[in-house]
Every structure is written in structure tokens, then in C-alpha cells.
Nanobody, 113 residues
Framework: QVQLVESGGGSAQAGGSLRLSCTAS????????MGWYRQAPGLQRELVAS???????NYADSLKGRFTISRDDAKNTVYLQMNSLKPEDTGVYFCYDESLDAWGQGTLVTVSS
């Protein structure tokens, strides 16, 4: 079973940026769809963005223009660049390999106003 390890979370002020990384323990096959989800306190986990093996991306409507997902299969890593952060972006961010139904342990992002 592939292991996904997220990093890059932490604290930021509103308007700031963070870049999350998700590194897989083994080769991420180019065909695998990878995604980022987040879960705010008291709320359900929701899709942030996903990316297919050929680079097609999908974003939550509310996040378009602020967040960018990308992947580097040579490094077995998926990234989430988060700009213009808002306090409502606070939550635990999870990496997900849709093709393998595998989740990372999550990384906490806290945005203060």
C-alpha cells in the first residue's frame, strides 16, 4: 500500500501563501488521479483540487484562482500552492490517491486574520 506524506502546513496570516507537498512512498503512476482535500473543524472533508496523470486539473469553485495543484511524477510528489490565504482556509489538508484510494495523514494549515 502506497504511503502518502504531506508537508508544508503551518501558520500564515491572511493574504499570505503556503505550499503543501505530498510525497508518495513509491512511484505515482502517471495514470493516477491525485487530489487534495481539506477538513475544517466541525465540517466534512471537501475536495480542494485534483489532477490527472496528463495534467488536467479540477478545483473547488470557491478556490479557483487562489490555489494551484501540480505534480512531479519524477519526484513522486504532488503540490498545492495556496495564495491569498483566508482564515476560512484553516483546516487539515489531506493528500489522496484516487486510483489507489489511499490517504495521507494530513497537515494542518492555520490562517489568522
Amino acid at each position: 500500500q502506497v504511503q502518502l506524506v504531506e508537508s508544508g502546513g503551518g501558520s500564515a496570516q491572511a493574504g499570505g501563501s503556503l505550499r503543501l507537498s505530498c510525497t508518495a512512498s513509491e512511484t505515482i503512476y502517471k495514470g493516477n488521479v491525485m487530489g487534495w482535500y481539506r477538513q475544517a473543524p466541525g465540517l466534512q472533508r471537501e475536495l480542494v483540487a485534483s489532477i490527472t496523470g496528463d495534467g488536467r486539473t479540477n478545483y473547488a469553485d470557491s478556490l479557483k484562482g487562489r490555489f494551484t495543484i501540480s505534480r512531479d511524477d519524477a519526484k513522486n510528489t504532488v503540490y498545492l500552492q495556496m495564495n491569498s490565504l483566508k482564515p476560512e482556509d484553516t483546516g487539515v489538508y489531506f493528500c489522496y490517491d484516487e486510483s489507489l484510494d489511499a490517504w495521507g495523514q494530513g497537515t494542518l494549515v492555520t490562517v489568522s486574520s
